[in-house]
């Protein structure tokens, strides 16, 4: 047996069940959910720094996004308001495209 104790997505017990092998599962409460989401949001950046070529970079960024997605909702927000926030943020800080590195700053 396995022992994973990690959040998965909706259709894995489905499909791990298709495949004939049995498998615990419960439901999170609000506070567990968050704090596994923020564990998953870890575990996928980590695959993504690990990457090795585009195809499995976006592979993690979609799942980053999805969990993003879900802790948007989490905390009472669509996907809308998360990017008017971003947006928001453009217009007074800009974005990353210039690739501008701040060396240091004289007090």
Known sequence: ????????????PDIIKKSGK????????????EAELKKKAQE????????TNDKESLEELADL?????????????SMAKLEQ????????????????FLMEVEE
Do not use: P, S
Request: charged letters at 35%.
């Open 1 to 12: 047996m396995t022992v994973y104790c990690k959040l998965v997505r909706d259709r894995i």
């Open 22 to 33: 049995q498998l615990k599962t419960k439901v999170l409460d609000e506070h567990e959910f």
């Open 44 to 51: 996928e950046l980590q695959e993504y720094f690990a990457a």
């Open 65 to 77: 996004l999805e969990i993003i997605r879900t802790l948007a909702r989490l905390h009472g927000a």
């Open 85 to 100: 926030i971003r947006k928001n943020k453009e217009l007074e800080r800009g974005g990353f495209q210039d690739r501008i």
